[in-house]
């Protein structure tokens, strides 16, 4: 009787989880949802659909692509140009190499790499 009622009482606290994650909570101030989304769209003045709201998003992603092509949001460093970093060594090739710390291995994850130029097993500072 008791393992019977254990498994009801289980079964019915799993249900009300599974409800409560799966549906958004109503709001408790009287408003409904399509209320409070009608507002949300409402509220910026520059709107997609408007005129001032495309040339808004046209500009923008012109001073992003400009950005861009300037350098200033690329993540990383770019590869040297290894011409006659070699000594006459052909390929000279850039790669990254490790970084030698001094504090040996550390907790972080994270090992600093910097850029050299490569021909065959020789390395050079570029």
Request: proline share 7%; glycine share 8%; hydrophobic share 35%.
């Given at each position: 009787m008791?393992?019977?009622f254990f498994c009801i009482l289980l079964a019915l606290?799993?249900?009300s989880f599974v409800?409560?994650?799966?549906?958004p909570f109503l709001?408790?101030?009287g408003t409904s949802l399509l209320a409070q989304?009608?507002?949300?769209?409402?509220?910026?003045?520059?709107?997609?659909?408007?005129?001032?709201?495309?040339?808004?998003?046209?500009?923008?992603?012109?001073?992003?692509?400009?950005?861009?092509d300037k350098g200033v949001s690329k993540i990383g460093s770019s590869p040297p140009n290894c011409e006659n970093k070699c000594y006459g060594c052909v390929p000279c090739e850039a790669i990254q190499v490790p970084s030698k710390?001094?504090?040996g291995i550390q907790y972080a994850n994270y090992e600093p790499e910097s850029w050299k130029c490569k021909c065959g097993i020789?390395?050079?500072?570029?």
């Amino acid at each position: 009787m008791k393992g019977t009622f254990f498994c009801i009482l289980l079964a019915l606290q799993i249900v009300s989880f599974v409800a409560a994650a799966r549906g958004p909570f109503l709001p408790t101030d009287g408003t409904s949802l399509l209320a409070q989304e009608k507002l949300q769209k409402s509220s910026s003045p520059f709107t997609i659909e408007s005129k001032e709201g495309l040339m808004n998003i046209k500009a923008m992603l012109e001073t992003r692509k400009e950005a861009y092509d300037k350098g200033v949001s690329k993540i990383g460093s770019s590869p040297p140009n290894c011409e006659n970093k070699c000594y006459g060594c052909v390929p000279c090739e850039a790669i990254q190499v490790p970084s030698k710390s001094h504090l040996g291995i550390q907790y972080a994850n994270y090992e600093p790499e910097s850029w050299k130029c490569k021909c065959g097993i020789s390395f050079y500072s570029p």
